[in-house]
């Protein structure tokens, strides 16, 4: 039971490149986040999923597409990358009560 | 969701309990407390999480005043390990509201000291 994973666990972009975080849940939860947290900062929602085929934005969605063509994958992408999405990006699921974190994906923007 | 108030940071000594206080004000009545922890660079993890009444499983204890305007996490023998940012959130159960987000705050940055 690997739980929630990641991939890559880390990237550098340069500016306006495009690119695609992959996370994957092994718990069969319905609902599944993108965060991004920031140096100092707590984590802000980018976008989530309350099921398969279904997405919603958060927070700070501005900048990100998603994907959940899959119940068990969550897809975040990056058409055009720009150096203010320079960050920790973090993926999660969750049942009812308790999210499961992922381990994260730093991402650099140059 | 309502919004929490929580101290910078926090000293306590190893095998010593700490105690975290937390202030929502503005909580309303179907209104959950949850707390997790994020361990240097790590994704967050969920400790505890109640609504009126007191709680408490292998992590921790979850103390809710009677007017639930403020909470304390209490870990009875804080460890090294217990070294973290401790986030308190407030929020609506997924049943209420469809999804189930989380607002993270800045935390209170815990030091458990040797």
């Known amino acids: 039971n690997a739980g929630v994973t990641q991939t890559p666990k880390f990237r550098v972009l340069k500016t306006g490149q495009s690119m695609t975080l992959l996370c994957a849940q092994d718990m069969n939860h319905e609902y599944m986040y993108w965060y991004r947290q920031d140096p100092g900062m707590g984590l802000r929602l980018i976008h989530y999923?309350?099921?398969?085929?279904?997405?919603a934005k958060g927070e700070v969605p501005d900048g990100y597409n998603v994907s959940r063509l899959k119940k068990q994958n969550f897809l975040l992408g990056l058409e055009s990358a720009a150096p203010s999405q320079t960050s920790v990006y973090f993926c999660?699921?969750?049942?009812?009560?308790?999210?499961?974190f992922g381990p994260g994906t730093r991402l650099t923007v140059l | 969701d309502a919004k929490t108030t929580q101290p910078t940071s926090m000293d306590c000594a190893e095998g010593r309990a700490a105690n975290l206080p937390c202030n929502h004000s503005t909580i309303s009545g179907n209104e959950y407390v949850y707390w997790y922890r994020q361990i240097h660079s790590q994704g967050p993890q969920y400790i505890i999480h109640g609504l009126k009444n007191n709680e408490t499983n292998e992590m921790a204890s979850l103390i809710i005043t009677e007017d639930r305007k403020s909470s304390t996490l209490i870990l009875p023998h804080a460890t090294l390990r217990d070294t973290a940012v401790y986030y308190c959130i407030v929020r609506f159960r997924p049943m209420e509201t469809g999804a189930n987000n989380l607002f993270f705050g800045t935390g209170t940055r815990l030091t458990v000291i040797p």
């Open positions: 999660a699921s969750s049942d009812f009560n308790e999210q499961f």
């Open positions: 999923s309350v099921g398969e085929g279904t997405t």
